[in-house]
Each structure stands twice: as C-alpha cells, then as structure tokens.
C-alpha cells in the first residue's frame, strides 16, 4: 500500500460528459501529481501541485484541469469527455518537489472508459 | 526525442534466473535521478529503486539492482532469482528538471516481464 488514496477505481462515462477524479497523498507528502496512461501514448505527466500551487504542467489538455486543496487532496476534472481520453489515470505524491532521491509514490489508478 | 529508451518490449525468464531488463536515457542535465517502477497486471505502480547521478555506487534493494553506466547513459534493472510474482510491466523513468526549482519523472514505453516455471 503506497499510501495514495484515489478515487473511484473505475469510471464509465459518455462523450461529452465532465468527470472529477480525486486523490489523497500520503501523509506528509505536499507535492501532488497527475499521470495519464494510455496504450498509445504510454505513461504522460499532466500536472504538479505543491503545498496548493500549481508548479509545473506537462501534457495536460486544456478541457483538463486541476486544483489541490487545503488540507492536500487534488482532483482532476475531465470535460467535454472524447473517446481518446479513456484511459489509466494515476495520481502520485512526494515529500518535496520531486527532488533529490525521493521517489514518487502512486496511487492504484482511476481507469477512465468513455462509451 | 525519446528521453527513455527500454527497447525491449517483452522478455522471458525462467523462475530463479537472473534477467537485466534494459533502459538507456538521454539528458543534458549534470544532476539527475533514475528510477525504476514496476506495475503488475492488477495496474498498480510500485517504486523499486532509485540511482542518482552522482551515485557512485550501483543501487540495490534485495533482489533488484541497478547497472548504472553513466557514460554510455544506461540504467538497466537486474532482478536476481527471479520469482513468478516479479512478472509484471517494467517502467524505468529519469527525473527531469521542469523550471524554477521542480521537477517531472519522464517514463520509458516499459518492458513486459514474464517469468516462466
């Protein structure tokens, strides 16, 4: 168990729909990112977010966004849902920046299907 | 450019054999780190080891070692005495600097181990 919570497990939508996955990193950690994982594209970062601020963005479409929190969780919202979104999507964690030996920790996924 | 190359995409080994599963990366950066996750058929990602650029010591952490050649950029996984629960998807991954004072893991495509009885 890494200690990052996401939620839920599985997701089943239709086009054009809007969804929100949440995350809970492990306790202490202050630096949350967001992955995507798909067959084509394999394993992409989308964005970090750090004690609140975003800090950096990766391959992160515009109908995406996301926010972290007070008390540390983050979701990603998915709008204006195409085919090409299914997909795995992680979250993981870290203590700092992503600095130094500290790896990032994942969470199970939220495995996205879009009908 | 692809940054992580793992250009095997499936391999074979037999149970309690020995296998080296292959990542090469390419950064112009002096100081960055590599790492190794592994993620079963249940989708889960689970971190194994870390190398350092400044390491001068190969990592281990039990069975799982790291063949770190930093002039020739490689940073293969070698799994000793392989067992049926390592079969699994191999994802090695280099932190990269991405501005200011963060950083990104950036993944290779993975290596899709089978361990055989």
């Known amino acids: 168990d890494s200690g990052v919570t996401q939620t839920p497990k599985h997701l089943i939508t239709a086009t054009g729909q809007r969804v929100t996955l949440r995350c809970s990193p492990r306790s202490g950690d202050l630096s949350v990112y967001w992955y995507q994982q798909s067959l084509d594209q394999g394993l992409q970062f989308l964005i970090q977010y750090y004690n609140g601020e975003e800090r950096a963005k990766g391959n992160i479409l515009e109908r995406f966004s996301a926010q972290q929190f007070p008390d540390l969780h983050s979701e990603l919202n998915l709008s204006s849902l195409e085919l090409g979104d299914s997909a795995l999507y992680f979250c993981?964690?870290?203590?700092?920046?992503?600095?130094?030996?500290?790896?990032?920790?994942f969470g199970d996924g939220t495995r996205l299907s879009i009908l | 450019a692809q940054k992580i190359t793992q250009t095997q995409p499936g391999m074979f080994v037999q149970e309690k054999e020995a296998v080296t599963l292959d990542c090469t990366y390419d950064?112009?950066?002096?100081?960055?780190?590599l790492f190794w996750y592994k993620q079963p058929s249940s989708g889960e990602m689970i971190f194994l080891i870390y190398?350092?650029?400044?390491?001068?010591q190969n990592a281990t952490e039990g069975r799982y070692s790291l063949n770190f050649q930093k002039a020739r950029k490689s940073a293969n996984l070698v799994i000793s005495a392989s067992q049926l629960g390592d079969s699994a998807m191999y994802f090695c991954?280099?932190?990269?600097?991405?501005?200011?004072?963060?950083?990104?893991?950036?993944f290779g495509k993975g290596t899709l181990l089978t361990v055989n009885p």
């Open positions: 993981a964690s870290s203590a700092g920046t992503g600095e130094g030996n500290q790896p990032q920790h």
């Open positions: 991954a280099m932190r990269e600097f991405s501005g200011g004072s963060n950083y990104k893991l950036t």
């Open positions: 190398q350092g650029s400044y390491d001068e």
């Open positions: 950064t112009s950066d002096q100081s960055y780190g």
